[in-house]
Every structure is written in structure tokens, then in C-alpha cells.
């Protein structure tokens, strides 16, 4: 039957494809024409004593019933058995792994272009290990951009018309350095739905966790396609592009409507992709802070996916050094979701400069009401200057 359903879901992303575009098709070898999956040349991350708590330092307190995550970057390499030691010493109860991008995927992938996969399963090893402590394990997705693409493919992206562009026509690289795909190409949006359900189909993760589900600049993306979908789904008549849909032309307010709506409709298509590969699967998505500011500068309108069910839970990235500035963003968060998904509160470890600041802003997520929190994320630095404080 799950056979059977998958089938029946990648017949309806193939119809919704237009004339003349193909996706990759699942096969047991790769497709000949790509190229060899890159040669992974990172270290494995190293597992030095991360050390006594300072004299006189309290610990972070937890409380029964919350989940408490960490964000890892990249999966490749690490030392599973250990690293889930460590994060259930630390009373540590999730992780969320980076398994895939908008170009490449950490494990045997046949979807994504770029598949490093040399015999070692770093899924299977990583959920292996965390079953035996209880940690459940999300698959993080970054959506859309292409780190770690191959160079090919990332070229045939922008060849192809389907990454975003700033006005002078060149690829946006902004937060990997890599062309990132542009959510209103039918290609990249069916591509996403396949990546983001074959996580689910391939592994018994907890929770498939998707990131990235934000339009990459505030100004509009100035491709091609962007200017002919505008006009073709909203009827408009564009006399100067982008002039008309930037901030005060006459189109703006629709533009805006239209860019928001792309997004949000993929995620209800992934989410249901994702729930027909893995039933149990929890479908989660990082976001940004401040909705009104988030839907007007990126498209994203996370309280719609809350409001339709698509979401399971989110994790707001709420990466104030300042609790009181962390408890605001959080109170907002809670008023807007109105109890009908847990919040993980993400908090971005990588800003504090000193372990003790991390106490506060775990006090302000249990006050304010989060249901768990989500640390950002882990690396030798945090484990030599924040683990010591999560070992009460
Ligand atoms: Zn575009």
C-alpha cells in the first residue's frame, strides 16, 4: 500500500510538470551524464573532554515533557555512537540533522544531483545510534539552495533560468555562496517535493524538518520565469519589471500576495508528500521571527502553514542574545499560533560569547511558554563552551 501511495504521488508531481521538463527519476545507479558524487574530505568532528561546568555556575534546568534539540550542519564523518552519548549526558532529547539541500543529499539520493554516498549510511548510522539513547532524529532540508550542488548542475541551474536573480540579472548567492532555486520555476518546486518525501521514504526518521522555505531577498527575484508566472497567474500587465512589483510600485501588494501564496502552497505539497512517504513522520519547519516582517521580505507566512495543518510543529529562530528580546519574539509566536502546534524555540548558541548566557535564554523559552527549544548548533565551540552547562 505505501508502495503503492508513493507511486500514486509521483504520478501527480509528473502531471503537474510542464511540456519538455523531466525530473530525475528514482534508479538504482546514478544517471550517467552526472557527474561523480564529490569525494568527502571533511575531518570527522573531533570529540575532545568538553569539561567541567565553571565553579559557581549554574546549569540549565530542564523540564519534563520538552523537547530539547540541537541543529547539526553536516552529517558526514561524525562520530554517531559518541555524539549521542554526549547529547543524552546533556539531557539532550532531539536532533536535527542536515540530510539534504536544494542540490545534493548526505546520503544514496535519487533525486538530488549531487548524492554523497561512499558506503558509509550516515542516516542508518545516525538513527541507529540515537534509538538507543531515545533521541529522536529530523531530517533538516534546506530548500532551494544549492550548497554542495556539483559544479555541473549548479551551472545547468542557472543556464536553465531556474535560480533566483538580483536586478542586474546575476544569481543571488547569499547565505552559502551557491545559485539558490527560485520557488515559481515548476521544476524546482516538484524537485522539492520529491527530496523532501524521499527523507521520509528512505528512513524512519521523526520528523522531516524543512528550512529555507523563504523567497532569498527582500527586493523580487528578477528571473525570467518570476516576471511570466506574475503576469500570467495574477493577470496583470507588467509595464516595467521590477520596477511595478518593488516596494511602492503600483503591483507591489499583489506581488507580494503572489510570492507568499508560491510559497505556502509548496509547503502544503510537501507536507503532504512527506505524510503519504512516512505517516508518523512529523512535518516541522524553521522560520523566521516576526511574521509581519518575514512575510513582507521573504514570502513567508508560517502562521498559514500553522492555520492549514501542513506544519506539525515549527521552530522559530529566535536568535536574540537578549531574553527579554528572545521572550518578546517568543510571546508574539505564541499569540499567533494560538496553541495549535507545539513551538520549539530556536536559540542561537553561536551568538553568545559566553556559556553562562545560555541559562537565561533557555529560563526566558520555558517561561514564555515553548514547548522545547532548539540550540543552534552543534560544533567544537559549542561543546567546549556550552555542553558543560547542560549537564544537570
Ligand atoms: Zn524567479
Known amino acids: 500500500m505505501k508502495i503503492f501511495r508513493l507511486l500514486v504521488s509521483l504520478a501527480c508531481v509528473m502531471a503537474f510538470l510542464p511540456a519538455g521538463c523531466t525530473l530525475h527519476r ?8 552526472l557527474p561523480p558524487a564529490p569525494v568527502n574530505t571533511k575531518p570527522t ?20 515533557g520538552e523537547l530539547r534539540g540541537i541543529w547539526l550542519h553536516d552529517p558526514r564523518g561524525v562520530d554517531w555512537p559518541k555524539v549521542m552519548a ?37 542516516a542508518a548510522l545516525c538513527l541507529a545510534a540515537a534509538r538507543r539513547y531515545g533521541i529522536q532524529v529530523h531530517a533538516w532540508r534546506v530548500c532551494f539552495q544549492m550548497k554542495d550542488a556539483p559544479a555541473e548542475s549548479q551551472q545547468r541551474a542557472v543556464r536553465e533560468g531556474r535560480v533566483q536573480l538580483d536586478r542586474s540579472g546575476q544569481p543571488l548567492r547569499p547565505s552559502y555562496h551557491v545559485p539558490v532555486l527560485c520557488p515559481s520555476h515548476d521544476w524546482n518546486r516538484a524537485m522539492e517535493v520529491r527530496a523532501a518525501a524521499e527523507l521520509a521514504a528512505k528512513y524512519p526518521f521523526d520528523g522531516v524538518h524543512l528550512d529555507y522555505l523563504r523567497w532569498i531577498d527582500t527586493d523580487p527575484c528578477c528571473c525570467a520565469n518570476c516576471r511570466k508566472r506574475f503576469c500570467r497567474d495574477t493577470h496583470s500587465t507588467v509595464a ?9 510600485g503600483r503591483l507591489a501588494p499583489l506581488y507580494l500576495q503572489w510570492r507568499e501564496q508560491i510559497l505556502t502552497r509548496l509547503v502544503g505539497e ?36 500553522v492555520d492549514a495543518g501542513y506544519v506539525d510543529f515549527i521552530c522559530p529562530m529566535n536568535y536574540a ?6 521572550a518578546k519574539r517568543l510571546a508574539e509566536e505564541r499569540a499567533l499560533v494560538n496553541g495549535r502546534v507545539p513551538i520549539y524555540a530556536g536559540i ?17 523559552a520555558q517561561r514564555g ?22 549537564r544537570d
Open 240 to 248: 516595467s519589471w521590477p520596477r511595478d512589483v518593488m516596494k511602492g
Open 321 to 326: 542574545t537578549d531574553p527579554t528580546m528572545f
Open 270 to 305: 510537501m507536507a503532504a508528500a512527506i505524510r503519504r512517504a512516512g505517516p508518523r513522520t512529523a512535518v516541522s519547519a524553521a522560520v523566521w521571527p516576526e511574521l509581519a516582517s518575514v512575510r513582507r521580505d521573504r514570502g513567508q507566512n508560517w502562521k498559514a502553514w
Open 86 to 122: 554526549e547529547l543524552h549526558a546533556a539531557r539532550l532529547n532531539a536532533i536535527f540533522v542536515k540530510f539534504s539541500t536544494g542540490g545534493a543529499a548526505y546520503y544514496r539520493s535519487d533525486v538530488l544531483p549531487g548524492s554523497f554516498y561512499n558506503g558509509r549510511d550516515e
Open 45 to 64: 568532528i573531533a570529540l575532545a573532554p568538553s569539561g567541567p561546568l565553571p565553579l559557581g555556575q549554574a546549569p540549565v534546568v530542564s523540564r519534563a
Open 348 to 364: 542561537g548558541a553561536y551568538k553568545l560569547s559566553m556559556g553562562n548566557q545560555l541559562r537565561p535564554l533557555v529560563a526566558a
Open 26 to 33: 528514482a534508479a538504482p545507479a546514478p544517471a550517467p551524464s
Open 369 to 390: 511558554g515553548a514547548n522545547g527549544w532548539v540550540l543552534f548548533s552543534y560544533d567544537d565551540q559549542f561543546r567546549t563552551r556550552f555542553l558543560p552547562y547542560l
